[in-house]
């Protein structure tokens, strides 16, 4: 399947991410999120990082206006209703991701497929809100997304082995390393081992045996690991790793290890999100 229009529902960091490389592989794109500030947003965070890339001789300008001329922001979802393919990357919030499927499958052409960027949620579940489900798969790609080279193409009951050729065919062309994940169980295979880790850093600063930065030296040092796992959360955001353990909980016949910290609920609560904001446990920390 020759896919020339990507839309992407989503304007954040993985949103325009997405948006970003599909243009440089030749896509128009149409990129749309609810308010004009998100598109804005994201539509700066590309022009930043593709000016970068020409700063560091990786790009040259023409490129980089050529790649920008071929994404359109928009807070008209019916702007979508052309495309070849969809990728959603809203929150993890999995009756919103549903609502958003319904919608495209009425906005978008029968043979369209529609992936989800979920890191964790259920795909069969979000393609059962769908007239489509043989066509509906999932597709996480990683932070930053420019940068990051494996996608996860996930399955869910329904998926026809069509659409997973389409979706890998796709994220190949993009430059990405692809795993197919056969059966459609709560974060994949990335998440499903990342996240206990996470989650056992927090309980190690909670419980004063060492601090953020120590478990994050450790991490990098002793398992060799480009990131700790304070670092990541607050790159990719401490509400993410909350969602997904509390859906982990709910969907992993409740297992104490997937419960939430205390500490983790409370960043939540206080807003520190981090995401290179300066809120997150780099700030607590101090």
């Not at 996240?195 to 450790?218: F, R, Y």
Request: proline letters at 3%.
């Amino acid at each position: 399947m020759d896919i020339k229009k990507l839309g992407v529902v989503g304007a954040g960091a993985m949103g325009n991410g997405i948006a970003q490389i599909a243009a440089q592989i030749g896509c128009e794109v149409v990129m749309r999120d609810i308010k004009d500030e998100f598109v804005e947003r994201g539509m700066k965070s590309i022009d930043k990082f593709l000016s970068r890339s020409v700063e560091k001789g990786k790009l040259e300008a023409g490129e980089k206006d050529a790649i920008l001329g071929r994404i359109k922001g928009t807070t008209d979802m019916s702007q979508l209703k052309d495309m070849d393919f969809v990728i959603e990357v809203v929150i993890e919030d999995l009756e919103l991701k549903k609502s958003v499927f319904k919608e495209l499958d009425e906005l978008c052409r029968p043979e369209v497929i529609l992936a989800s960027n979920t890191s964790s949620m259920s795909i069969t579940e979000i393609a059962a809100s769908t007239n489509r489900p043989e066509r509906i798969c999932g597709m996480h790609f990683f932070n930053p997304v420019p940068l990051m080279r494996l996608v996860e193409v996930i399955r869910g009951f329904s998926t026809s082995d069509e659409t997973i050729a389409v979706t890998t065919e796709l994220a190949k062309k993009m430059g990405k390393i692809t795993v197919e994940v056969k059966k459609d169980s709560p974060g994949f295979i990335v998440n499903r081992i990342m996240i206990p880790h996470m989650l056992e850093a927090i309980k190690i600063v909670e419980e004063g045996i060492a601090s953020i930065e120590d478990v994050d030296t450790a991490v990098k040092n002793g398992l060799n690991y480009p990131m700790g796992p304070f670092e990541l959360m607050d790159l990719t955001g401490i509400d993410i790793a909350y969602f997904v353990s509390e859906y982990f909980y709910k969907e992993l016949n409740k297992e104490s290890k997937w419960v939430s910290p205390g500490l983790l609920k409370t960043m939540v609560r206080a807003g520190k999100l981090g995401r290179k904001t300066g809120g997150g446990w780099y700030a607590f920390d101090k």
